[in-house]
């Protein structure tokens, strides 16, 4: 697997942008998985996750992953950028077609992906940076071969972060008025566990996926796999009124 990271400050005075790139083995068999108590959501989050064998606008693609062959616990941290649609309803069963992948869980490898768009300062992507895939890897579900249950516990982990955060900010610098940090971040995040891929973002940094249709020909079409969380969007402006925000 090759992963390149491209970042360019251009005539900004701040950077606030992240990056963080990870490939660690998954537990093995013989291991327990991480517990993690379940975290609460007041719905205030327009976090979301997806499986990309599940996206409509995939469902005539071939797309082939190819498998993590990075040296056990190898992590790679870098300084730049990254985010969630969940489409499977909350406590529906998992889809038929989720079937267990047919590579071993023993010692396979797992990536995590990840572009943070710091904004009001850089402690919130940093902390997202840092704090992140802690929190959704420990959370029940996660190593499940289940793509609804794998999708629950990422949305959990980004809440659980986000709390996380909250508690953080009476540490931050504050605004030159005296006033609590603004620091914030979006956060787009892809998840590579055997044959699936898994997309995760809050925000505007949008995640695109390349797809080959034939070998023989070397154009990649562009997949659009997240819609940003913009007030423009009727959804995303009903969410935010529904909630008493403007």
């Known amino acids: 697997m090759r992963v390149s990271v491209f ?3 251009g005539g900004r005075k701040y950077m606030e942008d992240v990056t963080e790139v990870i490939v660690e ?9 991480p517990d993690d108590q379940e975290a609460s959501h007041g719905g205030a989050l327009p976090v979301s996750s997806l ?19 990075e040296p056990p616990s190898k992590r790679v941290r870098t300084e730049d950028r990254i985010l969630l ?9 998992c889809p038929t077609e989720d079937q267990p992948s047919t590579s071993s869980r023993s010692r396979r490898s797992v990536g995590f992906f990840a572009v943070f768009d710091g904004h009001g300062g850089s402690e919130a992507a940093q902390f997202a940076r840092d704090c992140l895939w802690e929190y959704i890897k420990k959370q029940r579900g996660f190593w499940s071969d289940c793509d609804r249950e794998v999708c629950a516990a990422i949305r959990k982990g ?24 603004t620091s914030g971040t979006t956060a787009s995040v892809v ?23 034939d070998p023989s020909v070397p154009f990649i079409k562009a997949v659009e ?10 959804k995303e402006r009903e969410r935010i009124e529904s909630l008493g925000g403007r």
């Open 51 to 69: 499986a990309v064998d599940s996206y409509p606008d995939l469902k005539d693609e071939t797309t082939e992953i190819v498998q993590l062959t």
């Open 225 to 234: 796999v997240t819609q940003d969380h913009k007030p423009e969007l009727p």
């Open 85 to 93: 649609e969940e489409t499977f309803s909350p406590g529906s069963v």
């Open 191 to 213: 998840v590579l566990r055997g044959n699936r891929m898994y997309v995760a973002h809050v925000g505007d940094s949008a995640i695109v996926l390349g797809v080959q249709d």
């Open 25 to 33: 083995p998954e537990p093995g068999e013989d291991e327990p998985t």
């Open 7 to 9: 970042t360019d400050q």
């Open 158 to 181: 980004f809440v659980a972060c986000h709390q996380a955060m909250w508690k953080k900010l009476p540490e931050w610098p504050k605004t030159l008025t005296g006033l609590p940090s």
